[in-house]
């Protein structure tokens, strides 16, 4: 299957583009210095614009397709609801909520992935792949 990344009813911006792109200067230019990144992939939020930066161009690498299908935005809130297809066919789903500052730029990322199995081998998929720049105790093992 082609990797791919679309929207939907969702409005393309820094953050579809980048999934899009997928690579570290992409995610990069829409994070402030100090972003922060939750994930339910995550045990814990990783911090700083190049560490989260290189996670998400890995996770990104991950999707075998992703789909951007509903946005809301709420003041310095993006909602992004998202269908994915990775690891071989399984299908995730998931919201992610991004929260910009006054510049634009993304101060904190929470995406929330679907359904547990999933998330688990997902989450040891990017610590496989991260393995000597991330430190594995950010990720499940599975």
Request: no cysteine; net charge negative; hydrophobic share 45%.
């Amino acid at each position: 299957m082609a990797e791919e990344s679309t929207t939907s009813n969702a409005h393309r911006s820094d953050w579809t583009d980048a999934f899009a792109e997928k690579s570290s200067a992409a995610f990069g230019a829409a994070f402030a210095e100090d972003v922060v990144l939750e994930a339910s992939v995550l045990r814990r939020p990783i911090t700083g614009r190049r560490q989260v930066a290189h996670v998400l161009e890995v996770a990104s690498g991950i999707y075998e397709s992703l789909t951007f299908e509903h946005q809301t935005v709420d003041g310095d809130r993006t909602y992004l609801e998202w269908e994915a297809v990775a690891l071989g066919g399984t299908v995730l789903r998931g919201v992610t909520v991004l929260t910009r500052n006054s510049g634009g730029l993304v101060t904190r990322a929470a995406i929330h992935h679907r359904p547990l199995d999933a998330v688990l081998a997902f989450s040891a998929e990017v610590a496989r792949r991260t393995s000597g720049v991330v430190e594995a105790s950010y990720f499940a093992s599975h």
